[in-house]
């Protein structure tokens, strides 16, 4: 039997989310500090910690929170075997790219800092590795799909995308070289015997 969320606590735990995005978007993740995300949502510090256990549990609240507003109907078009597996693939890491990765790079950077380095989302990149394998693989039967799958996601990094926007790269720039590596997976001659 699961149990049931109150109203009220919901529609704090919202408030709370909707309020540390906003600042963390307005000042950067590094400059708030848990007292200024309960003042201004307007609720206890306590009530901070009781819901989310420390600043890491937050912002992992609210990264699931992104990821699970996209990830069901990106993972059925990726898997949708009525559109050709290259504009599946395609599809979903600019779709990747555009909704995840540009909005979440803040919230991504600090999980990845404040985990000491470890996949706080592992399960989830899993499932989504394996996903884009299987289509990879639909695309490109000659080729290792699943080495494929992690190099494509792993251009997708917060800390990879950091770096190259770090040296002059725009987001635009970075997006189009994403999307231009990825094509060239599904079109490469096959892999040498």
Known sequence: MTVRER???AHNRRKILVTAQRLF????VDHVSMDDIAQA???GKGTLFRRFGNREGLIGALFQQLTEDWQQEALDQLADPGEDPRERVLGFVASLFDDIVVPGRPLL???ERDSGGSH???ERYL???SL????IAEARPDTDADFLAHTVLGVLRADFV???VGTGMSIDAVRTGVLTLTASVLTAAPEPG
């Open 162 to 164: 950091d770096l190259l």
């Open 25 to 28: 978007q307005d000042s950067g």
């Open 7 to 9: 109203a009220d606590a």
């Open 120 to 122: 706080a989302n592992l």
């Open 127 to 129: 499932l989504w590795q």
């Open 109 to 111: 950077r600090a999980l």
């Open 132 to 135: 884009l394998a299987r289509a």
């Open 41 to 43: 949502a307007g609720v």
